[in-house]
């Protein structure tokens, strides 16, 4: 059996899809929100580590899954697109963007690619996320000319009806039309 390397590269074709319904009888998703300028997505799955000991020795170990710490950062986001991130309230009229200390992200799943090789991108779905801080930096522009990138942290959590926190598919790189939708559960 030969083995392939894979080594992906880059981060492209960020969207969101509003969660309307995560639970035991269903999961939905609204329609799709593209994303521009992702820079970085970086997970880090947290679980409690068990171990029984018994005769004299380790008798069963195992680990519990907790959800998994993100963080996405985008050089820049819209005031509309913030709401999905932070919260808050858009008034497209107005175009005014109130936060307030009450506002809470609602829940998110994403879906992106990246590049496994030259004719293959990895398609990501993540079904259920839920952004808790979002930060940024502004400075003085001085002797550079760089962006002020918006930081947003938060968890990655399971899809209730099946326990499925994400799911990955090979693509040709030309065809990333499976990142466009998300299925609804249960397919009645």
Same mark, same amino acid.
């Given at each position: ?8 590269? @880059? ?15 269903? %999961?939905?998703? !609204?329609?799709?929100? /593209?994303?521009?300028? #992702? ?9 409690? +580590?068990?171990? *029984?000991?018994?005769?004299? /020795?380790? %008798?069963?170990? @195992? ?6 710490? &993100? ?7 819209? =005031? ?6 932070? @919260? !808050?309230? %858009?008034?497209?009229?107005?175009? +005014? %963007?109130?936060?307030?200390?009450? $506002? +809470?992200?609602? +829940? *998110? ?8 090789? $030259? ?8 079904? $259920? #996320? ?7 930096? =502004?400075?003085?522009? !001085? /002797?550079? $000319? ?7 942290? @938060? ?8 326990? #499925?926190? &994400?799911?990955?598919?090979? !693509? ?9 939708? *998300? ?6």
């Amino acid at each position: 059996m030969v083995i392939k390397k894979r080594a992906l590269r @880059g981060l492209a074709d960020l969207s969101i899809f509003p969660v309307t319904k995560n639970d035991i009888e269903g %999961y939905v998703v !609204g329609a799709k929100i /593209g994303i521009s300028g #992702a820079q970085e997505l970086t997970s880090q799955k947290e679980i409690d +580590e068990w171990k *029984i000991y018994a005769d004299d /020795g380790i %008798y069963d170990a @195992g680990a519990d899954w907790k959800g998994s710490k &993100f963080t996405l950062q985008l050089a820049g986001l819209t =005031h509309e697109q913030r709401v999905y991130f932070e @919260g !808050g309230e %858009y008034d497209a009229v107005a175009k +005014e %963007y109130v936060f307030k200390s009450v $506002s +809470e992200a609602p +829940e *998110i799943a994403l879906s992106f690619s990246s590049i496994a090789d $030259s004719d293959t991108k990895e398609l990501t779905k993540v079904y $259920s #996320a839920k952004c808790l801080k979002v930060s940024f930096e =502004h400075k003085t522009k !001085g /002797g550079n $000319s760089s962006v002020v990138p918006v930081k947003i942290e @938060g968890i990655f959590m399971e899809r209730k009806f099946d326990k #499925a926190i &994400f799911v990955k598919k090979d !693509g040709a790189a030309t065809d990333i039309s499976w990142l466009d939708t *998300i299925e609804a559960l249960p397919t009645a």
